[in-house]
């Protein structure tokens, strides 16, 4: 989708919107086909990005948490940005 490809794009505020916006969506419902690029925003070198990406993780629920995404999760207490760490 073209939410998904935004999150590689070259402007940070444009990745972060992207992962805001599929979080948003996916209250509704996973965006599966999302959870991949999410996981990879993870390791963005925004921080921005990366909070997004933890929030729209968040909002999917049980639909995102995979094994993968909860090891992710429990090493971003290690996350240098308390932002990030809150998610």
């Known amino acids: 989708s073209q939410?998904?490809?935004?999150?590689w794009g070259p402007d940070d505020v444009v990745r972060q919107e992207a992962?805001?916006?599929i979080?948003?969506?996916s209250r509704n419902g996973a965006?599966?086909?999302?959870?991949?690029d999410?996981?990879?925003?993870?390791?963005?070198?925004n921080s921005n990005v990366r909070e997004c990406a933890?929030?729209?993780?968040?909002?999917?629920?049980?639909?995102a948490a995979t094994k993968?995404?909860?090891?992710?999760?429990?090493?971003?207490?290690?996350?240098?940005s308390a932002r990030?760490?809150?998610y």
Do not use: F, H, S, T
Not at 68 to 80: C, F, Y
């Open 68 to 80: 993968e995404v909860l090891a992710i999760v429990i090493n971003a207490l290690q996350e240098e």
């Open 3 to 7: 939410l998904v490809n935004e999150l």
């Open 54 to 63: 933890y929030e729209a993780l968040g909002y999917m629920g049980e639909k």
């Open 19 to 21: 992962c805001d916006a």
């Open 84 to 86: 990030v760490r809150q």
């Open 31 to 36: 965006i599966d086909e999302a959870i991949p």
């Open 38 to 45: 999410l996981i990879k925003a993870l390791e963005n070198e």
């Open 23 to 25: 979080g948003k969506i």
